[in-house]
């Protein structure tokens, strides 16, 4: 354990002082805070069913793209190529335990980005400073439901950013390569439902298994304040899956 | 499967690995004792590295198996990895963190805490001469030399049992190798060092024994006159005389007849440079010195033995193992 901790204060320390950990930062809080100031003006023009969190969250997927690769795809990648991964295996550390720390520093990083997102319904409130308003940015279920999605489908988006990291020495092609994996997670599903591409899809895999596999799928339920076990359950597990590929990506490429 | 004895730190025991089609060991074998400086030799390719490789941990042989400690490394790697300092091949370092913070980072994964890591932090950076403003510098801004120096610092740092390095003065300035050597030589009865070079003549002087291995076979192992004894036939002996050539082969025919000149060249004031070779093995030099002198037609200046050097061994290993390799594989293409 405490060398788990050792290794998340060192990956932690990489994050922060890496440049495109900034860049990914100020790039992810400005496409959010521009989509938040089009939710408010969507708002202000007409009556909306949908609570301004929903709105707002039904955009994480922008982030998501932008956000994941450019935190992650340095993590294992650059360690490769500079030979220090090779180093760090000869020591006590096992594989587990780097892959581990890795993605609980990126991690980390993704919830303390999404969670400063969190000003933007304050920031607005202390502006207009009204009753009506104030309830209507803050209502908490949308607000909890809308973050702990973020927080559960994001351990999956990291994860697999540190998968594609572990893949290559190259750090352009592991952000590529997780853009990619990602993209294929929120609209593959879907894609191949809607185009008739495998027409004999629904036959072997049941539809409903189809759809609880969608990253998006769940998102309705969370948005609307309700948290299902069935969808911790899957992001929890597929992160983990995720995350031991990496491990074995790790050991077996040294 | 094979059993470890405490008698040796290291121990490969039918080492064999394979990367794809290419078998890079056949069953290797070979131990090291306790406080021994081992150098590790062998041409590009050899499986020098892969060996190393094995012994740390960080891949696995194919068959045999290899203790470090008396430990397997297959079976515990991690309490071997607590044991073993490795200091790779280009010794990768992160360019960003200061030298000091790198010592303590990679101290807390070895183990060490509190005052212990304090105090093995310190030592490591005074043992290597970091202690002053280097400890502070980022990695990336010292030179090679310092970088080497670094690596080393961080090898040593738990006080490992055994400590490989991986062409620890590869690239560096006679200076730097110089002062490379001299840690080294403080290692020696501290831990167990296995040092892989391409500089033999760094070898030859930091190193109690030597392993020579080509194409993943051990061709050679022993200390430099077990060496010099199994892989180098005669002896030579240089000149500088004054007198004539019959002279010389009349003492040379009366005394020792396997003797030869093979090189005759003139100096300044009728002098002469000779060089004499013999098949003979074991013959004290004195007696030939004292021979020539007895000869009243001849006044010997200068007197050499020239004995053969880890390079000529290593030569002589490696081109016999070669030579092996091809007669059995005319052998197989005959038959």
């Known amino acids: ?254 | 499967m094979a059993k470890s004895t405490r008698e040796f730190s290291i121990e490969a025991a039918g080492l064999t690995k394979t990367y794809g089609r290419a078998k890079v060991l056949h069953e290797l074998s070979f131990a090291v004792r306790p406080g021994e400086v081992v150098g590790f030799l062998g041409p590009n390719g050899a499986g020098k590295s892969t060996t190393m490789r094995i012994l740390t941990g960080l891949i696995r042989a194919d068959a045999g198996e290899a203790f470090v400690d008396g430990i397997s490394v297959a079976r515990e790697p991690q309490r071997v990895q607590e044991r073993l300092g490795y200091m790779p091949e280009n010794n990768p370092l992160p360019e960003d963190l200061r030298v000091k913070d790198y010592l303590r980072f990679r101290g807390r994964l070895k183990g060490l805490h509190g005052k212990r890591l304090r105090t093995q932090v310190s030592q490591s950076l005074e043992w290597c001469d970091l202690h002053r403003k280097h400890s502070r510098r980022l990695i990336g801004q010292l030179s090679k030399g310092l970088r080497q120096r670094v690596g080393i610092a961080e090898a040593v740092l738990a006080q490992p049992a055994v400590t490989i390095l991986d062409e620890p003065t590869i690239g560096l300035d006679p200076h730097q190798i110089l002062l490379i050597r001299r840690l080294i030589e403080q290692l020696r009865g501290k831990t167990t060092v296995i040092l892989s070079s391409h500089i033999l003549a760094e070898v030859e002087v930091s190193c109690d024994r030597v392993l020579i291995i080509n194409q993943g076979h051990l061709v050679a192992a022993g200390t430099l006159p077990e060496l010099r004894h199994e892989f180098i036939r005669g002896e030579t002996f240089e000149v500088v005389c004054k007198g004539s050539r019959e002279a010389l082969e009349a003492v040379l025919q009366a005394h020792f007849p396997t003797m030869q000149i093979t090189q005759w060249e003139d100096l300044e004031d009728d002098w002469q440079q000779v060089t004499l070779e013999t098949d003979e093995t074991n013959l004290p030099a004195e007696d030939v010195l004292r021979q020539l002198q007895t000869s009243p037609e001849l006044t010997v200046r200068e007197w050499r033995e020239r004995r053969a050097r880890l390079e000529d061994i290593f030569l002589a290993a490696t081109r016999r193992s070669w030579d092996v390799e091809s007669s059995a594989s005319n052998t197989t293409a005959d038959a």
């Open chain 1, 1 to 254: 354990m405490r060398r788990l901790l050792t290794l998340i204060h060192y990956e932690a320390r990489n994050l922060y002082a890496s440049a495109a950990t900034y860049v990914a930062a100020v790039l992810t809080l400005l496409v959010m805070g521009t989509w938040y100031c089009v939710v408010l003006f969507d708002l202000s023009a007409q009556e909306q069913e949908a609570a301004p969190a929903t709105l707002f969250f039904g955009f994480f997927f922008v982030p998501a793209l932008i956000f994941v690769p450019l935190l992650t795809m340095r993590s294992v990648a650059e360690e490769r190529r500079l030979g220090t991964l090779q180093t760090l295996l000869a020591t006590p550390a096992t594989a587990s335990e780097v892959v581990f720390s890795k993605f609980i520093a990126a991690y980390g990083f993704y919830i303390f980005v999404w969670a400063l997102s969190l000003s933007f319904p304050l920031i607005t409130v202390q502006y207009f400073d009204q009753p009506d308003v104030t309830q209507r940015l803050l209502e908490p279920g949308p607000l909890i439901g809308g973050y702990a999605f973020i927080a559960l489908s994001g351990a999956l988006f990291v994860a697999v950013g540190i998968f594609s990291s572990s893949l290559t020495r190259t750090q352009l092609v592991a952000g590529m390569l997780c853009f990619s994996i990602i993209f294929i997670l929120l609209v593959g599903v879907p894609v191949i439902q809607n185009t008739g591409f495998a027409p004999d899809l629904n036959l072997l895999v049941p539809e409903e298994f189809l759809a609880y596999l969608q990253v998006t799928y769940h998102f309705d339920d969370f948005v609307r304040g309700v948290i299902d076990t069935r969808p911790v359950v899957y992001y929890l597990s597929s992160t983990l899956m995720v995350l031991g590929l990496a491990v074995l990506v790790v050991e077996s490429k040294v």
